[in-house]
């Protein structure tokens, strides 16, 4: 009986230990922490949106130079940079890119400084820290954005958030502009109340806007409640999947993680590529405007 008693007040003690670990490690911010850097010194300022709990911006001035017509995109979980390799495959795949997406994005990889030369216009969106490291999701782009929004939504057992980011481009010779929405969504949760919450806030703005998008990122479908949720709203809201050539995309359960969903959007090419510098694939793509 003592044995027992003891392994049950040691077990106890390491569970405490565990969450009083966790409790001073991890930094939880009530709004998320949004950096927006790019050429000119563009402004943007907060505006009232008919969202529900997003946080929106509007650039303080108008954009001559229109987002190309034909354009080339990365989506990438770069996995907060933990594996080797990462910095010069991202160099390397961001040379012909107009647009890349990053989620797990974290502040010591210094991506916007990275690829400041490439792609001067960056996004980048966080929610927490961890050992004093932030991680997020980025966008990053050659054009400026005119508007951006953002939203997080927290795991509901470890309580940490996940981040989804809406930008918004000028098109030449469009009625509309270009929406780009880069998510991360919920993980760890196996109903889908706080998974459903973050997916349908985003939606919002799909919603509301009437030009061509791309909705794209970290996922998480790894099962087929969470993909037949993602699955009906794209097919709701007329975008549609993007199929690949080689696809070896990260799975779970034979499912895959990472997806892009576009509307208004001919999709000219669309490849996975296998890498030892993230646990996920990076996606590449080549659009064109319809």
Same mark, same amino acid.
């Given at each position: 009986?003592?044995?027992?008693?003891?392994?049950?007040?040691?077990?106890?003690?390491?569970?405490?230990?565990?969450?009083?670990?966790? #409790?001073?490690?991890?930094?939880?911010?009530?709004?998320?922490?949004?950096?927006?850097?790019?050429?000119?010194?563009?402004?943007?300022?907060?505006?009232?949106?008919?969202?529900?709990?997003?946080?929106?911006?509007?650039?303080?001035?108008?954009?001559? $130079?229109?987002?190309?017509?034909?354009? =080339?995109?990365?989506?990438?979980?770069?996995?907060?940079?933990?594996?080797?390799?990462?910095?010069?495959?991202?160099?390397?795949?961001?040379?012909?890119?107009?647009?890349?997406?990053?989620?797990?994005?974290?502040?010591?990889? +210094?991506?916007?400084?990275?690829?400041?030369? $490439?792609?001067?216009?960056?996004?980048?969106?966080?929610?927490?820290?961890?050992?004093?490291?932030?991680?997020?999701?980025?966008?990053?782009?050659?054009?400026?954005?005119?508007?951006?929004?953002?939203?997080?939504?927290?795991?509901?057992?470890?309580?940490?958030?996940?981040?989804?980011?809406?930008?918004?481009? #000028?098109?030449?010779?469009?009625?509309?502009?270009?929406?780009?929405?880069?998510?991360?969504?919920? +993980?760890?949760?196996?109903?889908? =109340?706080?998974?459903?919450?973050?997916?349908?806030?985003?939606?919002? $703005?799909?919603?509301?806007?009437?030009?061509?998008?791309?909705?794209?990122?970290?996922?998480?479908?790894?099962?087929?409640?969470?993909?037949?949720?993602?699955?009906?709203?794209?097919?709701?809201?007329?975008?549609?999947?993007?199929?690949?050539?080689?696809?070896?995309?990260?799975?779970?359960?034979?499912?895959?993680?990472?997806?892009?969903?576009?509307?208004?959007?001919?999709?000219?090419?669309?490849?996975? $590529?296998?890498?030892?510098?993230?646990?996920?694939?990076?996606?590449?793509?080549?659009?064109?405007?319809?």
């Amino acid at each position: 009986m003592n044995k027992i008693k003891t392994s049950i007040l040691t077990l106890l003690t390491l569970i405490a230990l565990i969450i009083i670990y966790l #409790f001073y490690s991890f930094d939880l911010y009530e709004t998320p922490k949004i950096s927006m850097s790019g050429q000119n010194d563009q402004k943007y300022y907060p505006v009232v949106a008919n969202y529900d709990r997003l946080l929106c911006y509007q650039a303080r001035h108008t954009f001559p $130079i229109p987002f190309p017509n034909t354009f =080339n995109i990365l989506v990438w979980n770069i996995h907060k940079g933990e594996d080797s390799g990462w910095k010069p495959e991202l160099e390397k795949l961001a040379q012909q890119m107009e647009l890349v997406l990053l989620q797990e994005a974290s502040t010591t990889q +210094n991506i916007a400084q990275l690829l400041n030369p $490439i792609l001067p216009h960056s996004l980048y969106a966080r929610a927490y820290s961890y050992l004093n490291n932030e991680s997020g999701v980025n966008t990053l782009s050659k054009i400026a954005p005119m508007s951006y929004c953002v939203g997080t939504e927290s795991e509901p057992w470890i309580q940490v958030p996940k981040v989804g980011i809406a930008t918004e481009y #000028f098109l030449a010779n469009h009625h509309s502009s270009l929406l780009v929405i880069n998510l991360h969504l919920v +993980n760890f949760e196996w109903n889908l =109340n706080n998974y459903k919450i973050q997916v349908e806030r985003m939606f919002q $703005i799909i919603n509301e806007h009437q030009g061509p998008i791309i909705l794209a990122g970290d996922f998480n479908t790894w099962n087929h409640h969470r993909l037949s949720l993602i699955r009906g709203l794209a097919e709701k809201y007329q975008l549609k999947e993007v199929g690949y050539t080689n696809d070896v995309r990260k799975r779970f359960m034979g499912n895959p993680l990472d997806h892009v969903f576009v509307r208004g959007i001919k999709v000219e090419e669309a490849k996975v $590529i296998s890498t030892d510098s993230s646990d996920h694939n990076p996606l590449l793509l080549k659009l064109s405007l319809q």
